[in-house]
């Protein structure tokens, strides 16, 4: 039974129930997703009710990973004709990826956790309206734009609030393929007669360039290759796409990735790997609550520094092919952890890391080496009571035995996560406010999270 979910059993709220009641369960879940869309949409603020003092217990099985999903759905812009992407997260992100599609001409189809995306034989080379401006991940069409259209213009996304984003490796990358580039009224502008292969390499293996770079060669004349690429699993997701697609890339997952590009690419149907940051946190959530989660979905190597860190913190990690199970029984002792690109411990799991460093016996320091201004949780961290000193990039924890609930407020999709983590094992009721942020990155969070002995309700 603990093993199954890491095979192929229900996507939230394992426990005891059947089959039927797993189906009633799931249409429950996406009828309050397609409600939520809407109250997003129209900008009904909700929040999360966290009662503390639960132990989480029994199984989950994550969906296909967000970071992925929209480079995807970007992807499927490069060939005419039906894309297909199966295992899609029901989050915000994903509606939000098909308004900008559709404003580019194609047709998008969600059915469930199917995405389907029909892009007909020539597309809008425009993305300069307001569905762009809304999230960071809509600048993947900058490479599949620029290669399909000789052209690209994409509203720049809105200010973030981990720190400062901006695109000039994206650029400079676009421009060594002989596209020039420039910002112009608030859009970042792209233009190739023709792209033709070379030898790129960036100054930090930036996960946004490596993918608009990968979309842009995979239709340039000749071999590109590009150095200091980013290694994560939805890099590698990305390129085991297109190469069903008729790409030809090489060394994904590795520093050193070569395409060679091709005349035309086909459409195609592929499977979202899963969601690593989504199971990361069912695993800190585990330990933070001294509880016992099975995990599936997800292959346990892409989050292999994370659980390695768990143990290293008293957790009983077990692996399996597809998932894998956190227990923990006592307190978890302190442990130092530094944020760095794959296969270093990931920038989005740094909420959760504090979160347990938080109630850790002994004192921690966490260093965010990935985005400047991301420690704006601590701020809401120590309204819960927990210990904590910033100091540039490094923040020092020492942990308390407890934290006391308040109202505390989300940042970002992993920020806010970390603070329902936090208000779990917090003693009373936290309120976590502007939760349309994990509504972006989180699939049936609320269900999940009860499913397993929570007390979470959403109210208005
Ligand atoms: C992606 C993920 C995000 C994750 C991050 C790092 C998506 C939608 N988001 O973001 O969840 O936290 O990877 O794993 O997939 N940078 C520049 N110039 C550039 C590009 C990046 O200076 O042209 C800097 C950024 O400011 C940041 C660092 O490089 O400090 C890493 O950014 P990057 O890897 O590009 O992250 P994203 O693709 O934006």
């Given at each position: 039974m603990l093993e199954d979910v890491c095979k192929g059993s229900p996507s939230y709220g394992e426990s005891s129930c059947g089959e039927s009641a797993y189906r009633r369960g799931r249409d429950r879940a996406r009828r309050r997703y397609r409600r939520r869309i809407f109250i997003t949409l129209v900008g009904v603020k909700e929040r999360f009710v966290v009662q503390g003092g639960t132990r989480l217990q029994g199984s989950v099985r994550v969906a296909g990973a967000k970071n992925s999903v929209l480079k995807l759905m970007a992807a499927a812009l490069l060939a005419e004709g039906t894309t297909t992407l199966n295992n899609c997260p029901e989050i915000l992100d994903?509606?939000?990826?098909?308004?900008?599609?559709e404003g580019l001409g194609c047709e998008v189809d969600i059915e469930g956790t199917v995405v389907r995306i029909h892009t007909p034989a020539s597309v809008s080379s425009r993305a300069d309206f307001d569905a762009v401006r809304q999230f960071r991940a809509s600048v993947a069409v900058l490479g599949p734009l620029t290669a399909?259209?000789?052209?690209?213009?994409?509203?720049?996304?809105?200010?973030?609030?981990?720190?400062?984003?901006?695109?000039d490796m994206h650029q400079s990358g676009l421009e060594k393929l002989g596209a020039r580039t420039h910002i112009e009224h608030g859009a970042v502008v792209a233009r190739a007669e023709r792209l033709t292969g070379a030898k790129i390499g960036l100054d930090f293996p930036s996960v946004g360039a490596t993918e608009n770079i990968l979309t842009a060669?995979?239709?340039?004349?000749?071999?590109?290759?590009?150095?200091?690429a980013a290694r994560e699993p939805e890099i590698v997701d990305l390129c085991d796409m297109l190469n069903s697609m008729g790409a030809q890339i090489q060394g994904?997952?590795?520093s050193t990735v070569t395409i060679d590009g091709v005349d035309k690419l086909h459409p195609t149907e592929h499977t979202v790997v899963g969601d690593r940051i989504v199971a990361g946190t069912?695993?800190?959530?585990?330990?933070?609550?001294?509880?016992?989660?099975?995990?599936?979905?997800?292959?346990?190597?892409?989050?292999?520094?994370?659980?390695a860190k768990l143990k290293n913190a008293g957790a009983n990690v077990e692996t399996f092919e597809q998932g894998f199970r956190v227990r923990m029984d006592g307190?978890?002792?302190?442990?130092?952890?530094?944020?760095?690109?794959?296969?270093?411990f990931p920038t989005d799991l740094q909420?959760?890391?504090?979160?347990?460093?938080?109630?850790?016996?002994?004192?921690?320091?966490?260093?965010?080496?990935?985005?400047?201004?991301?420690?704006?949780?601590?701020d809401e961290m120590l309204r819960l009571g927990a210990d904590a000193t910033v100091d540039g990039h490094h923040v020092m924890l020492r942990g308390v035995d407890h934290l006391s609930s308040t109202d505390v407020w989300s940042s970002d999709i992993r920020a806010g996560a970390g603070l329902v983590l936090a208000g779990l094992v917090a003693d009373g009721e936290t309120v976590v406010h502007d939760v349309e942020h994990i509504d972006r990155g989180y699939p049936h969070f609320v269900e999940q999270l009860n499913a397993l002995g929570a007390h979470v309700e959403r109210v208005r």
């Open positions: 994903v509606p939000l990826m098909r308004k900008v599609l399909r259209c000789g052209e690209a213009v994409v509203a720049l996304p809105g200010g973030d609030a981990i720190g400062s984003r901006p695109l060669a995979v239709l340039a004349e000749g071999r590109t290759v590009l150095e200091n994904a997952g590795t069912w695993a800190y959530a585990a330990a933070m609550t001294r509880g016992d989660v099975t995990v599936g979905g997800i292959a346990p190597r892409h989050l292999h520094l994370a659980l307190r978890p002792q302190a442990v130092d952890y530094q944020t760095l690109p794959f296969p270093g909420p959760m890391a504090i979160g347990l460093a938080a109630i850790a016996e002994g004192t921690s320091v966490i260093t965010e080496n990935v985005f400047e201004s991301r420690f704006r949780f601590v």
